[in-house]
């Protein structure tokens, strides 16, 4: 399996890794710093270079359907790689940064509306999130009021691990009715935006809510009986 850089540090932008198969789907390293398109969150972008300087752009990065390959998949014709070729990983970083603004930001609206989570995604300097809510009169600005103020209080964002098992004794944490959080593996990741919000995540994430920057509510929508889409955007 292809070791995961990007879940204990967010910030990494390049590192190096071995080529370990190469097929239809795509590329897969022993170790990666790529995001692969889950929870909502889009792959990772980017480059890998090999060490005479050859560059394989990657235009995304997914796992391969009913298994666990994590498959960086490259442009239409880009060079083909070898398996034990020795490459540079590097994400489009600034991509990247703007997904983990987001996806931390999304965190923020749990914290300011209260339901279950039954959809979300994040786009490059958008993102909603689905609520389980019978309502529909939610008040655009006082919800972006509370988050630009949880934004501008600059709270701690904080990764973890716990067992499984103590995920299964906590459920109570999740807040995704569709999907379950990222399992199998013994233990589950936790995300802590200090003082204001505890959920089990599997994304990237900034270090501190202040780097989020300034958001605005855009269109509330009514999906259906209980069904409350969010939208949310950088107000930049």
Not at 86 to 91: E, G, R
């Amino acid at each position: 399996m292809t070791e995961e850089l990007f879940r204990d540090d967010s910030y990494l932008k390049e590192c190096d890794a071995v080529v370990t198969a190469v097929g239809a789907g795509g590329i897969e390293l022993d170790r990666t710093i790529f995001y692969y398109n889950s929870g909502g969150q889009p792959g990772d972008s980017g480059i890998l270079t090999t060490a005479d300087g050859c560059k394989v752009v990657i235009t995304d990065t997914c796992k391969e359907r009913g298994t666990d390959a994590l498959l960086h998949v490259p442009e239409d014709g880009a060079p083909q790689l070898a398996v034990g070729d020795a490459v540079t990983a590097a994400i489009d970083w600034d991509r990247r940064h703007r997904h983990m603004r987001m996806h931390t930001c999304m965190h923020l609206l749990c914290s300011v509306i209260e339901g279950g989570v039954t959809g979300g995604s994040i786009g490059d300097g958008k993102g909603r999130i689905d609520f389980d809510l019978p309502v529909i009169d939610l008040d655009k600005q006082a919800i972006a009021d509370e988050i630009n103020r949880r934004i501008e209080e600059n709270h701690p964002v904080v990764s973890s691990w716990i067992t499984e098992d103590e995920m299964a004794a906590n459920m109570d944490m999740v807040r995704t009715m569709s999907v379950k959080p990222p399992s199998g593996q013994g233990r589950a990741r936790l995300i802590n935006i200090e003082g204001v919000d505890l959920q089990p995540c599997g994304g990237t994430h900034v270090g501190f809510t202040g780097e989020i920057g300034p958001i605005r509510i855009g269109k509330i929508e009514n999906k259906g009986k209980h069904n409350r889409r969010v939208n949310i955007l950088f107000d930049e």
